[in-house]
């Protein structure tokens, strides 16, 4: 079974800390994505990284950064936590194919507060 | 950039109907479509995909349609059932590899 697994369930953390989101899949997969989602707005891609070192910022990048030194891991952080990050974030990972798309496999989602 | 969006928030269906959930693109290039199921607590799971050269695909139990010319797609589900119950979205790529998903459609199943 493919797998990509988010390091946390739930997370609460106070306003201004500095956050970690962690994601490792093993398909090999070049393509991992961060997401966010809310009620009502769907999931909002936050950024995205076709290789290691490589990223490209999505439609909601402000208030985040990324990092992927290893294929396997794609790092979420949140410099500055803020009460508005409050969400559920969603880790996904898909092969990269030369003339095509293909699924995006998800972890399970971590569901962080900030308070 | 691109926005998709469904026409529901919420679909009730008797246990044994069938169900269709309905989805509207905007960005013509896009080239290929995806259906999640989203169960509480868990992560989207990949239902069923369809290609732009295609109009019609079918899995077990649903059949994904698009239509290219009004920037449509829904999801069929035959014989609903209770474990159908979850929030449905879709999702349209385009610009190497990155999706688009929609608000999502929840599906009740009444038994």
């Known amino acids: 079974d493919v797998k990509v697994t988010q390091s946390s369930r739930y997370l609460v953390k106070r306003t201004g800390e500095k956050v970690f989101l962690e994601c490792v899949q093993d398909?090999?997969?070049?393509?991992m994505f961060w997401y966010r989602q809310d009620p009502g707005l769907g999931l909002r891609l936050i950024y995205f990284s076709y290789d290691v070192k490589m990223k490209e910022k999505g439609d909601i990048p402000e208030g985040y950064s990324v990092s992927r030194e290893k294929k396997e891991r794609f790092s979420l952080i949140l410099e500055s936590a803020s009460t508005n990050q409050t969400s559920m974030y969603l880790c996904a990972s898909n092969l990269r194919v030369r003339d095509g798309n293909t699924e995006a496999f998800f972890g399970q989602g971590t569901r962080l507060t900030v308070v | 950039g691109e926005s998709v969006g469904l026409h529901l928030p919420t679909l009730s269906v008797q246990e044994g109907d069938n169900s269709i959930i309905n989805c509207a693109y905007s960005?013509?290039?896009?080239?290929?479509f995806i259906w999640y199921k989203q169960e509480s607590g868990k992560g989207p799971q990949f239902i069923i995909d369809?290609?732009?050269?295609?109009d019609k695909r079918q899995g077990q139990r649903v059949t994904v349609l698009l239509n290219k010319t009004v920037k449509h797609l829904s999801l069929q589900i035959a014989a609903t059932q209770p474990g159908d119950s979850a929030v449905y979205f879709c999702a349209a790529n385009y610009n190497f590899n990155k999706f688009y998903f929609g608000s999502g459609t929840k599906l009740n199943v009444k038994p």
């Open positions: 960005n013509s290039a896009s080239d290929y």
């Open positions: 398909m090999d997969h070049e393509n």
């Open positions: 369809i290609r732009s050269n295609m």
